[in-house]
C-alpha cells in the first residue's frame, strides 16, 4: 500500500477535495507552504502503536496510519475516550500498563534519520553526537543505539525486546519508541515536539533521574494517542475525518 493510496483513502473519507493532506516527513516543503498560507494541513505516518507482530497481527501488518492535524504528532494531552485504547491493549499484553521499570541499567538512544532531523532544522550526526557526550558526562550507564531497521528486522528485533534487556531510560529525537517507552514503564528523553513531549524529559544531564510521570497522565494521552491513528477502513468510510474535528 503507496502513500499515494493511504492519502487518497483519507480524502474520500472526508468527502472534501481541497484539503492540505501530506504524508512523510519529505513533505516539509508543502507543509510549510500551507503553513505560510494560514491554512490547515493533515499529516499522516505510520502509527504510534499496534503495527508490531501481536497475537491480534500475527504478521505485523501496518494496520495504522496516524493522522495530524497541523503537527508532526499528537504532542499535547488531550481527554479522549478510553475505548479505543483499551481495543488496542486487549490485543496486545505489552500495551497493557503495569508500572515502572527502574530496575534497567543500560541507556537505550535512538538514532534519529536525518530527515526528521531537518525538518527542524537540526543536524543528525551533530544531535546523535552531542547526545552522547552529555549522556556519557552525566552517567556510568552503557549506551545502546538502536538504529532504524528495515521493518521486517524491526519485527523480528522489536524496539519491545530491546526494552526488556534492561533499559533504564530511551533517548530519542522526536522517535515514536520514545512514547512507546514510556507507555511500556521506561522513562524517556526528548528533543523536539513528539508524541513524548508531554510525558518525557528534555533535560539529559537528569538521565540518572528521569521523569516519570503519573500513571494517569500515561494513560490519558495513550487514550488521546488511540484517536489519532486509523485504520484504512476507517479513513476511507469517514469515521477518521469525524474524530479528528470532534
Known sequence: MDAYTFEEKFR????????????????KKHIQAAIARGEDFY????????????????????FWQRIVKNELQKSKIETKPYDRWEALAGRDPRLQWR?????GDKIL???????????????????????????????????????KASRPDRQINSIYKQFDEGIFATVAFNSI???????????AFVTVSCAA?????DDLTQINTPYYPDEKQVYAH???LAYGQFTEEEMLNGTAWRLLNS
Open 12 to 27: 474520500q473519507g472526508t468527502k472534501q477535495l481541497n484539503l492540505n493532506i501530506f504524508r512523510g516527513i519529505t513533505s
Open 43 to 62: 499529516y499522516m505516518d505510520s502509527g504510534y502503536f499496534g503495527n508490531f507482530k501481536n497475537p491480534a497481527n500475527p504478521k505485523g501488518k501496518k
Open 99 to 103: 508500572g515502572w521499570k527502574k530496575d
Open 109 to 147: 538512544v535512538i538514532v534519529p534519520s536525518e530527515k526528521s532531523c531537518h525538518y527542524f532544522g537540526y543536524s543528525g550526526a551533530k544531535w546523535l553526537q552531542d547526545t552522547l557526550q552529555i549522556i556519557k558526562k552525566h552517567t556510568s550507564m552503557p549506551i545502546i543505539l538502536r538504529h
Open 177 to 187: 519508541a520514545a512514547m512507546e517507552s514510556i507507555a511500556y514503564g521506561i522513562p
Open 197 to 201: 513531549r508531554p510525558l518525557a524529559s
Open 222 to 224: 495513550c487514550c488521546n
